[in-house]
T-cell receptor, first 109, second 113 residues
Framework: EDKVVQSPLSLVVHEGDTVTLNCSYE??????LLWYKQEKKAPTFLFML????IEKKSGRLSSILDKKELFSILNITATQTGDSAVYLC?????????FGEGTQLTVNP | EAQVTQNPRYLITVTGKKLTVTCSQN?????MSWYRQDPGLGLRQIYY???????DKGDVPEGYKVSRKEKRNFPLILESPSPNQTSLYFC????????????FGQGTRLTVV
C-alpha cells in the first residue's frame, strides 16, 4: 500500500521565522511528488518534483526531492500571516495520487 | 478561465436517497479524479478516470460510482448514501496521465443524516 507521511502535523511560528515541512513516502512506481497549499478551500498547486536534488523555488518557498532517501522538504523563509494554511504533499504512483495528512502551519503576527 | 466546477457546493441529505455530485472541467484534461477529505485522514482518492470510458478504483471506492461519458464531465454517484459518507469532496483534473499539476474544484460539503 502506498504511504505518504508528513511532519510535523502542526506548527506555530512567528512572522519572519523560517519553517521546514517534511514529506516521506513509500510507493511503488514513483513518478512525481507534488506540494499543495490549502486555505479552507480547494488545494492550490505549489510545486511538482520529479528529479532528485533539483530545487524548485517560487519567491519565499522552495522545495527539494531526495529519491534515494524517499523524502521531500518544503521551506518557507520570512513567513507571513498569509502563509497560514495546510500544506499537502502528494505522490504520484502509477495512475494514482496519494496524499499525506498535511501540515497545519499557523503564522502569528 | 481554466477551472474545475463542482455542484452542489453544499448538500444535506438523508440516508439512502440517491445523489449525484457533478464535476466539469474546461481544460480538455484527460485525467479526472474524486477525493474525500476527512479530519485526521487527509485527502483520499475515491475513483479516477484516465480518459473517456476508462475509470478505476482509488483507495476508498466503496459506496460510490462514477462515469466518464464525456471528457469534460466526471460525476460522482452515491446510490445509497450513509452517514459515514459525510465528508468534504473534491474533484480534480490534470493534463495527460497523472504526474502533472492537478487542478481542484472548490469542494462539495456533504452531510448525510
Amino acid at each position: 500500500e502506498d504511504k505518504v507521511v508528513q511532519s510535523p502535523l502542526s506548527l506555530v511560528v512567528h512572522e519572519g521565522d523560517t519553517v521546514t515541512l517534511n514529506c516521506s513516502y513509500e510507493v511503488t512506481n514513483f513518478r512525481s511528488l507534488l506540494w499543495y497549499k490549502q486555505e479552507k478551500k480547494a488545494p492550490t498547486f505549489l510545486f511538482m518534483l520529479t528529479s532528485s536534488g533539483i530545487e524548485k523555488k517560487s519567491g519565499r518557498l522552495s522545495s527539494i526531492l531526495d529519491k534515494k532517501e524517499l523524502f521531500s522538504i518544503l521551506n518557507i523563509t520570512a513567513t507571513q500571516t498569509g502563509d497560514s494554511a495546510v500544506y499537502l504533499c502528494a505522490v504520484v504512483s502509477g495512475s494514482r495520487l496519494t496524499f499525506g495528512e498535511g501540515t497545519q502551519l499557523t503564522v502569528n503576527p | 478561465e481554466a477551472q474545475v466546477t463542482q455542484n452542489p457546493r453544499y448538500l444535506i441529505t438523508v440516508t439512502g436517497k440517491k445523489l449525484t455530485v457533478t464535476c466539469s472541467q474546461n481544460m480538455n484534461h484527460e485525467y479526472m479524479s474524486w477525493y474525500r477529505q476527512d479530519p485526521g485522514l487527509g485527502l483520499r482518492q475515491i475513483y479516477y478516470s484516465m480518459n473517456v470510458e476508462v475509470t478505476d478504483k482509488g483507495d476508498v471506492p466503496e459506496g460510490y460510482k462514477v462515469s466518464r461519458k464525456e471528457k469534460r464531465n466526471f460525476p460522482l454517484i452515491l446510490e445509497s448514501p450513509s452517514p459515514n459518507q459525510t465528508s468534504l469532496y473534491f474533484c480534480a483534473s490534470s493534463f495527460g496521465s497523472l504526474g502533472s499539476e492537478a487542478f481542484f474544484g472548490q469542494g462539495t460539503r456533504l452531510t448525510v443524516v
